[in-house]
């Protein structure tokens, strides 16, 4: 009974910025951690960023520095903030939560369906 959605992504020039979103709703009995992961046609899925429940954040080389990562723990969403977006940028980006849905329930991840991000002038 968890759902994960994405949000916010779309066309934009090569320089401009974009921001993400990611809403887990439903039952969550306790979030770990969740993250964002980007695949571009004829490239292996990467991971872009991650944010734990404590705060801990893992973003990867070819984006630090542009993005950002951040996280609303009472609605259980975390946004990217994408900034000096470039033409390498474009993909199909995908949220993944990790959260035990309820007490007696282990661990799983969620993932939403994906939302396209292309940069192109």
């Known amino acids: 009974q968890v759902h994960v959605a994405e949000s916010g992504g779309g066309l934009v020039q090569p320089g401009g910025s974009l921001r993400l979103s990611c809403a887990a709703s439903?039952?969550?009995?306790?979030?770990?951690?969740m993250g964002w992961y980007r695949q571009a046609p004829g490239k292996e899925r990467e991971l872009v960023a991650a944010?734990?429940?404590?705060?801990?954040?893992n973003y990867a080389d070819s984006v630090k520095g542009r993005f950002t990562i951040s996280r609303d723990n009472a609605q259980n969403t975390v946004y990217l903030q994408m900034n000096s977006l470039k033409p390498e940028d474009t993909a199909l980006y995908y949220c993944n939560a990790v959260i035990r849905s309820t007490y007696y329930r282990p661990t799983n991840d969620y993932w939403g369906q994906g939302t396209q991000v292309t940069v192109s002038s």
């Open positions: 439903g039952t969550v009995f306790r979030f770990y951690a």
């Open positions: 944010i734990t429940d404590g705060g801990s954040t």
